[in-house]
């Protein structure tokens, strides 16, 4: 009798740690999809220099809305350039990413999900009006994002609204607005 009771025991443990652990191995792809805004500033000295050209990465920070809920978000990124234009409008200046990371922040948990950019082609117009373009891939976060992969594309307009030059390094101030689609993976499907 006593070797019944154990058997069943041992069993009933199992399939409690099975229950417990159901989600190991799943992931759960959500649609991404945003509209926002933001502003930022070149010319800020941030000592974020990755490329070596004496000027630091611009800052922009805003508010999106997306499929999945809404995000503050802070970022930093640096380009090179001006380009012979390949990408761009004629009669514009083609400028291309040296490096980009950014922090989303989850409105509702302060849950974050960080992202850097694996292309970005800002195309800048005499008026000062720019487009943008890009591909984006979540690295990671904290939270319900902790894990979390992916990626997604975007579109952006915006203008600098002031701007200046001090020891031939650009500044500006600016804003923008843009629209982003593509997937958050999320590790056990949470």
């Not at 960080?114 to 979540?138: K, Q």
């Not at 031939?168 to 999320?186: E, Y």
Request: aromatic share 10%; proline share 2%.
């Amino acid at each position: 009798m006593k070797t019944h009771h154990s058997t069943i025991g041992i069993a009933l443990v199992l399939l409690l740690a099975g229950a417990g652990n159901s989600h190991a191995g799943k992931t759960q792809d959500l649609r991404w999809r945003c509209t926002g805004s933001s502003t930022f500033a070149d010319g800020v000295e941030t000592h974020i220099d990755t490329d070596g050209v004496g000027a630091s990465a611009g800052l922009n920070q805003g508010l999106q809305n997306c499929t999945i809920g809404r995000f503050f978000f802070q970022e930093e990124a640096e380009y090179a350039g001006p380009f012979a234009v390949t990408t761009c409008p004629q009669g514009s200046a083609e400028y291309h990413l040296v490096q980009h990371h950014g922090v989303n922040i989850e409105e509702k948990t302060s849950d974050q999900l960080f992202e850097a950019a694996d292309a970005i082609t800002l195309c800048l117009n005499s008026d000062l009006t720019f487009s943008a373009t890009g591909h984006i891939s979540f690295t990671s976060g904290t939270g319900h994002f902790t894990g979390a992969s992916g990626a997604f594309d975007f579109q952006a307009t915006g203008k600098y609204l002031a701007f200046g030059f001090r020891d031939n390094i650009f500044g500006g101030f600016g804003q923008s607005s843009f629209t982003s689609t593509g997937t958050l993976t999320l590790p056990h499907g949470e």
